[in-house]
């Protein structure tokens, strides 16, 4: 799989409506950068709905935390993968991590979610960072009716990372 679905697209009108400055796609941002971004995002209606997210992705919470282990060489098991290291600083801060960003509504979740997931409800500005690979981009956005006219509204990022030191490997 050549896609690196760890990558961030992210959509500008979502960033410009709540007043964050557009990343830079040179720059590895951290996972607190886009928690601290998607909250802002978050949006609800006169009658408590909510209406806007700030991160969504088709992974699941075990690749999420993969990615967000590897970026700093850690693993959620064992070097002899007969165990899991759910015990460590690294892992307990990932689900913390994943916990916040569910309950505060920031992410798309089963206890949050737009009627799709996520893809529609980007284009339509209801999320505004979608974790997904470059396949998004060709396949989804340049090939969607309601997106094709103005793909300038849509960057793609690099994979966010917990040391920003170094850019983080989005497989």
Do not use: H
């Given at each position: 799989d050549w896609s690196l679905?760890?990558?961030?697209?992210?959509?500008?009108?979502?960033?410009?409506?709540?007043?964050?400055?557009?990343?830079?796609?040179?720059?590895?941002?951290?996972?607190?950068?886009?928690?601290?971004?998607?909250?802002?995002?978050?949006?609800?209606?006169?009658?408590?709905?909510?209406?806007?997210?700030?991160?969504?992705?088709?992974?699941?919470?075990?690749?999420?935390?993969?990615?967000?282990?590897?970026?700093?060489?850690?693993?959620?098991?064992?070097?002899?993968?007969?165990?899991?290291?759910?015990?460590?600083?690294?892992?307990?801060?990932?689900f913390e991590y994943w916990a916040d960003m569910y309950r505060s509504g920031a992410a798309v979740s089963v206890l949050s979610s737009p009627a799709d997931w996520g893809g529609d409800s980007f284009i339509e500005d209801k999320v505004g960072m979608l974790n997904l690979g470059y396949w998004f981009g060709n396949g989804t956005l340049a090939l969607n009716e309601n997106a094709k006219d103005h793909l300038d509204d849509y960057m793609l990022i690099q994979a966010p990372s917990l040391d920003t030191s170094k850019p983080a490997n989005a497989c």
């Open positions: 679905d760890n990558q961030l697209f992210i959509n500008k009108n979502v960033f410009n409506d709540c007043g964050i400055p557009i990343p830079d796609d040179k720059t590895t941002y951290s996972w607190d950068d886009v928690r601290d971004w998607a909250k802002q995002m978050v949006e609800f209606d006169e009658e408590g709905k909510q209406t806007r997210w700030g991160f969504a992705s088709t992974n699941d919470l075990y690749q999420l935390i993969t990615a967000q282990l590897g970026s700093i060489g850690k693993s959620l098991w064992s070097d002899d993968l007969r165990s899991a290291n759910i015990d460590t600083p690294e892992v307990r801060e990932a």
